[in-house]
């Protein structure tokens, strides 16, 4: 069975750090762009960081850049969001998402509907 496991969400007060991982179950990232997503409550989905197959290119929203950052490190079939100054406005289920592309495929794109396989989701609360 093909799973993306969340890890590392919690509380945190504004400006503190956090590290999400996405761990695949069942198969290799090797093949897959991946894509962390966020939704906070009363709020649409949004993308928010993605990394390419070979972690040559990633691309963030523009409330994020500067201070998130998305890495993959597929020998260990992980993926990685590194947040820090963190602020309320981050409050959100953070959701990982994959999509299976070929070998000249070098891009990512953080447009959801093309995302088909979606882990459980890991709550991140920023609050003093």
């Known amino acids: 069975q093909l799973q993306l496991v969340e890890s590392g969400g919690g509380l945190v007060q504004p400006g503190g750090s956090l590290r999400l991982s996405c761990a695949a179950s069942?198969?290799?990232?090797?093949?897959?762009?991946i894509g962390w997503f966020r939704q906070a409550p009363g709020k649409e989905r949004e993308g928010v960081s993605c990394?390419?197959?070979?972690?040559?290119?990633?691309n963030s929203a523009d409330s994020v850049k500067g201070r998130f950052t998305i890495s993959r490190d597929n020998a260990k079939n992980t993926v990685y969001l590194q947040m820090n100054n963190l602020k309320p406005d981050d409050t959100a289920v953070y959701y990982c998402?994959?999509?299976?592309?070929?070998?000249?495929?070098?891009?990512?794109?953080?447009?959801?509907?093309?995302?088909?396989?979606w882990g459980q989701g890991t709550q991140v609360t920023v609050s003093s």
């Open positions: 990394i390419s197959r070979s972690g040559g290119s990633t």
């Open positions: 069942g198969f290799t990232l090797d093949y897959y762009v």
């Open positions: 998402a994959g999509f299976r592309v070929g070998l000249l495929f070098r891009q990512c794109e953080l447009r959801s509907v093309l995302y088909d396989l």
